[in-house]
């Protein structure tokens, strides 16, 4: 369980996933959840993953969902740790910070992974995003993803936060 100053962000469980997928409502989802991204996401789980789909809470209400596509593979282009991240709320739940909130939780975890020597190297991050999407691509920036890549098939920018310099210099000093 992640836990940020307002928000709790648990990891799916088998029953969340299969009430996602068969159309089921929980108590304690906001009206407007699952969006459609949710369901999506319940693709990508696989139980016992830490990397996988995790809700975003607030108080008792899941407002959304954020997570990694799974764990982190070495890029093509330079061999460096390297995850996709992914997160959404509903629209009520827009504007008060719980996006930036999530995701700085979610990048601390992924950071005490690369410190603690877990991940050797550390972890850099991606994320897929519309163009238009101001609110999102003001998200990312506040979290670190400084970094752009280009777009990928659908249009979407595909943004980068860097390897924390923590986990470079520790792993420089290990060479």
């Known amino acids: 369980m992640l836990r940020t100053e307002r928000l709790a962000l648990p990891l799916w469980s088998a029953q969340d996933v299969a009430a996602l997928r068969a159309g089921r409502r929980h108590p304690d989802w906001h009206p407007d959840f699952p969006r459609r991204d949710d369901v999506d996401a319940a693709v990508l789980w696989v139980d016992g993953d830490g990397w996988g789909p995790r809700s975003i809470v607030r108080g008792r209400t899941v407002l959304g969902s954020i997570g990694c596509f799974g764990p982190p593979e070495p ?101």
């Open 75 to 175: 890029h093509a282009g330079d061999a460096v740790l390297e995850t996709e991240v992914g997160y959404g709320l509903v629209d009520e739940a827009h504007g008060y910070g719980f996006a930036s909130e999530a995701l700085a939780g979610l990048t601390a975890a992924v950071d005490a992974l690369g410190a603690s020597g877990t991940l050797p190297g550390g972890v850099r991050l991606r994320a897929a995003v519309r163009p238009e999407n101001a609110a999102s691509l003001k998200v990312l920036a506040r979290c670190g993803f400084t970094g752009l890549r280009g777009s990928d098939e659908d249009g979407h920018l595909v943004m980068l936060r860097p390897v924390p310099p923590a986990a470079a210099v520790r792993d420089a000093g290990a060479s």
